[in-house]
């Protein structure tokens, strides 16, 4: 029998929640996905050490800072995974800019022109933002310009919504962290998937952009368990961890398939402008805090990517 893995495969785009080597050459994902979180782990990576070496070297001879080194670093690092992946790798504007719609277009262009520099062309990338309204707006200016985005930090149907509506070629809904926040709020310990808060919340947008003939891709991220990702299986892309894919990996049961465009209920569209997505978010306590917490992770991480670099400096 195949394994669970290789089942998933037949129905999802796999996608590598990682920016270790060794990891996507062993599970072959499709694509990569990385953040600040992932980067870091990735510089501590024997397999990238030689590459984060010389760039840090090409960065002190040329006189630029931990920042500047740090910025093209993030790009290196991307453009490796390129080179190990048939499909796309998402790089992510700075968390900082979050509510700067125009410095996050400046900055997403200079990442598309240093993947260039590296022979990597546009379409191989995805600007990943985060899906505040100011970012959603970014996404817009960018795809407009034929740059591909990934909406990350998706809670709520309403971020899904605005991004639709924007034209984003792909978001991407977190099921772990919500699920966390409902265990804390509810005293539970664990949900099985089919009540699971996390992979409701993701079904509901991948019904909603069925429904009404959405081209935007969903992929599901930030799982906790095997049993999360078997209950979207189905949808379009999942982005997983590589300790999640390995146990799918030496599974052999039968995968249910749980998502599909054939099974959409039909839901009717809504109008999402920018009071009504303020207001939606403002209702919702759970996407709130945690669109505000991953932004503020992933720009710490980011600073302690930028002190990594300035110690080797």
């Not at 546009?122 to 899906?131: E, H, P, Y």
């Not at 710490?300 to 670099?309: E, S």
Request: one cysteine or more.
């Amino acid at each position: 029998m195949k394994s669970v893995l290789d089942q998933l495969r037949e129905m999802t785009v796999v996608v590598a929640d990682t920016g270790e080597v060794e990891a996507v050459k062993t599970y072959q994902p499709v694509d990569c996905t990385t953040n600040p979180s992932l980067v870091l782990a990735a510089i501590k990576d024997t397999a990238s050490s030689a590459l984060i070496a010389d760039e840090i070297d090409q960065g002190r001879a040329a006189g630029l800072n931990a920042e500047q080194i740090t910025d093209l670093l993030t790009v290196a690092v991307g453009a490796q995974l390129a080179g190990l992946v048939p499909g796309r790798v998402s790089t992510e504007v700075d968390a900082c800019l979050s509510f700067d719609t125009d410095a996050s277009v400046v900055r997403a262009r200079d990442i598309i022109a240093e993947y260039a520099k590296r022979g990597i062309s546009k379409d191989r990338i995805l600007i990943k933002l985060a899906a505040t309204w100011e970012g959603i707006r970014a996404a817009e200016v960018l795809q407009a310009d034929g740059i591909d985005c990934n909406l990350t930090l998706i809670f709520a149907k309403a971020q899904a919504i605005a991004c639709a509506d924007a034209g984003a070629f792909l978001i991407s809904p977190f099921v772990g962290r919500i699920t966390d926040w409902f265990k804390k709020a509810e005293g539970r310990d664990s949900y099985e998937p089919n009540e699971d808060p996390g992979v409701l919340s993701v079904r509901a947008i991948y019904d909603y952009y069925k429904s009404n003939g959405i081209k935007t891709i969903v992929m599901g991220a930030s799982f906790r368990s095997v049993d999360q990702i078997k209950g979207l299986a189905g949808c379009d892309n999942l982005t997983i961890a590589p300790k999640l894919l390995e146990i799918m990996a030496n599974q052999d049961e039968t995968l249910e398939r749980v998502l599909s465009p054939d099974t959409a209920t039909g839901v009717a569209a809504v109008s999402m402008g920018e009071a009504e997505f303020r207001w939606a978010l403002n209702a919702d306590p759970m996407a709130t805090e945690k669109l505000s917490d991953g932004i503020r992770n992933f720009d710490a991480d980011h600073k302690k990517l930028i002190a990594l670099v300035a110690e080797r400096l």
